[in-house]
């Protein structure tokens, strides 16, 4: 892989807010980026973003819908723990623990990882964001970009 910073947009768009990575990534791949970085969507197809990384970027940045416990719409910026054992899982679960473990099963290592999550309003069977979650992805694009300018700056990512 050639991108020193690899974006991905994960998650379900038949299932409602689970779609917001998959927008985001979608929106920010119209910008004009920094060379060296890379957006692609995902989407449900977690295995293909492990075997990406088996070439790792400098730093991954994941968009994703993550559930924890705000009102609808509210942004975050995780740092997974890495090391963190995860269990097996099928290769058709969308989840960032089937491709930390899928990655490590095929002798990977991982990169730096930052999530840009979003608080789903809704998980429901249908196409389409709720209006909190499609008001959130404008900022959550522009916590890509402040990650992006402080890696640039010299900071860690």
């Known amino acids: 892989m050639s991108a020193r910073v690899l974006v991905a947009g994960i998650g379900n768009i038949f299932l409602g807010d689970d779609g917001f990575g998959v927008v ?9 980026l920094p060379a060296g970085v890379e957006v692609e969507d995902y989407g449900i197809r977690c295995l293909h973003l ?31 723990i890495l090391d963190a054992p995860t269990q097996a899982s099928d290769a058709h679960s969308a989840s960032l623990a089937t491709v930390f473990s899928s990655v490590r099963a095929m002798g990977g290592s991982l990169p730096p990882v930052r999530v840009v999550g979003c608080e789903p309003a809704s ?29 640039a700056g010299g900071g860690k990512g």
């Open 24 to 32: 985001a990534a979608r929106r920010l791949a119209e910008d004009d």
């Open 50 to 80: 492990a075997f990406a990384l088996l070439e790792p970027p400098e730093l991954l940045i994941v968009l994703d819908a993550a559930g924890r416990g705000g009102p609808p719409g509210s942004l975050y910026v995780i740092e997974p």
């Open 123 to 151: 998980l429901d069977e249908g196409i389409g964001l709720s209006a909190q979650v499609e008001g959130a992805v404008e900022p959550a694009l522009a916590l890509v970009r402040n990650i992006l300018d402080e890696r």
